[in-house]
């Protein structure tokens, strides 16, 4: 949605800059594209005194106040989502098609399944946009040469879903998938069903979280996993180490140089060139403010309330150096979240759910028709993107195989 405005107005976020919730309410703001200002109740006496006049006590924070006079005290994933006017629960109880994942792969789904006359739910835990929601510049998708906000892409692609009758329904976890033939059916977070004659799984894939002392507790208060763009207000000016070497994390980096004083990109890597494309190593080499420390890891993270200290050691030698840094970003890969599909659709060894030939001789096939390239072991149950087992970890992948299972949903509904 490209609202200048919710549906209650003008929002203004009174919140810590370091709290954890915090960050995600800036987050999921950024990634739905609702404007929004943020005010640092630290450092702002008018704020203090709005808090204080409420009767609220620093525990309520964030609080978000509407320009129609409304209020929202800390609230949940789903409570912000209804107030900015964001679908949380899905229309009816039965549609021709269930995506679960508002990925690029979910999104082109919708748009491609709804425009082809199917009644189309697209279901996210989130705010729409998945992965490359985060990205601050897509450069190497086709048609956009000067690059792309992930965030774009993701509003972009669900005005045009909906445009074409889709729901787009956030907020809202898919816990469960059923075969009550002749109907699939998925479950809610809240137990609630709901049945289709199909399900597309477009569930991508989720941070891989830093295995480093000290590091979860203070992740929000200094260790931050993706979204950079939620995390510039507790950057800005300032010294800013980031873990990984992948594409994600130059991109990440690039941006964060900004407004940041310094980025040092940390990596056990022997060369960044091992895991990053050309082009983009090639920007960040002739950023002034990047500065590149391969072969290290990150082996302890430290800090009261806050993130204080980061310990980085070579990997040869073992030496190692504290490094003081209110700011550490961890870009170090992903693993697919489907522990929720055991024992109910067949998997690779990493999570990666399997379809089309690469279940050749494992289970047995119960329809006349042939299974097709993006079916699952459950007929009528299909995968795209980042999720199924070996795709190809990009954006235009992703929007192919979401595009093109729409056709193997029109086969799997003729049969
Ligand atoms: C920071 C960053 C930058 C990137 N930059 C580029 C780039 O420049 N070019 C490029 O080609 N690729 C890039 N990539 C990779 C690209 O973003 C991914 O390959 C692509 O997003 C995969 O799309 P997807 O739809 O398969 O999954 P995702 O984008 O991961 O989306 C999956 C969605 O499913 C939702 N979900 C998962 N499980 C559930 C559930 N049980 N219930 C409800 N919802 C669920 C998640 O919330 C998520 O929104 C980047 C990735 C990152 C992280």
């Not at 008018?46 to 006079?69: I, K, Q």
């Not at 022997?270 to 391969?294: Q, V």
Request: net charge negative.
């Amino acid at each position: 949605m490209n609202n200048e405005r919710t549906p209650a107005g003008r929002v203004r976020v009174i919140g810590y800059t370091w709290s954890p919730r915090g960050h995600e309410v800036r987050d999921f703001l950024a990634r739905s594209r609702i404007p929004y200002l943020w005010i640092d109740y630290e450092h702002n006496e008018a704020a203090r005194a709005e808090v204080a006049e409420l009767g609220l006590g620093t525990r309520s924070l964030p609080l978000l106040r509407f320009s129609d006079g409304t209020d929202l005290v800390d609230p949940s994933d789903e409570e912000l989502a209804e107030k900015v006017g964001l679908q949380t629960e899905p229309g009816a109880p039965f549609y021709d098609l269930i995506i679960v994942g508002g990925g690029p792969a979910g999104l082109a789904a919708a748009v491609y399944g709804a425009s082809e006359g199917l009644r189309v739910v697209l279901i996210d835990r989130e705010a729409p946009g998945g992965q490359a929601g985060m990205s601050e510049a897509i450069e190497n998708y086709l048609g956009f040469p000067d690059g792309l906000r992930g965030s774009e892409l993701a509003e972009r692609s669900v005005r045009q879903a909906t445009r074409f009758g889709a729901e787009i329904v956030v907020a809202r976890d898919v816990v469960g998938l059923a075969d009550d033939e002749p109907n699939r059916v998925v479950t809610l977070d809240d137990g609630s069903t709901l049945a289709a004659h199909a399900v597309l799984l477009a569930l991508g894939v989720s941070w891989r979280m830093l295995e480093a002392p000290g590091c979860d507790r203070l992740i929000g208060r200094g260790v931050y996993y993706g979204g950079a763009a939620a995390a510039i207000p507790t950057c800005r000016e300032r010294d800013v180490l980031m873990l990984g070497a992948g594409n994600s994390a130059g991109q990440a980096a690039l941006y964060l140089a900004r407004y940041a004083k310094s980025v040092t990109m940390v990596a056990p890597e022997a060369e960044f060139s091992d895991k990053m494309s050309e082009y983009l190593l090639g920007r960040i080499e002739r950023t002034a403010n990047i500065h590149l420390r391969p072969h290290s890891k990150v082996t302890d993270v430290s800090g009261d309330e806050l993130l204080e200290r980061v310990t980085v050691e070579d990997v040869d030698s073992g030496e190692q150096e504290v490094v003081e840094t209110s700011t550490l970003f961890v870009y170090i890969g992903a693993a697919p979240r489907t522990e929720w599909l055991d024992g109910v659709l067949e998997r690779d060894e990493h999570g990666f759910v399997l379809a089309g030939p690469d279940l050749e001789g494992r289970v047995e096939w119960p329809l006349e028709r042939p299974r097709e390239l993006l079916e699952t072991s459950m007929p009528g149950v299909f995968v795209a993107g980042d999720v199924r087992s070996g795709s190809v970890k990009r954006v235009g992948a992703a929007v192919g195989e979401g595009s093109m299972a729409i056709q193997f949903i029109h086969n799997h509904l003729r049969s």
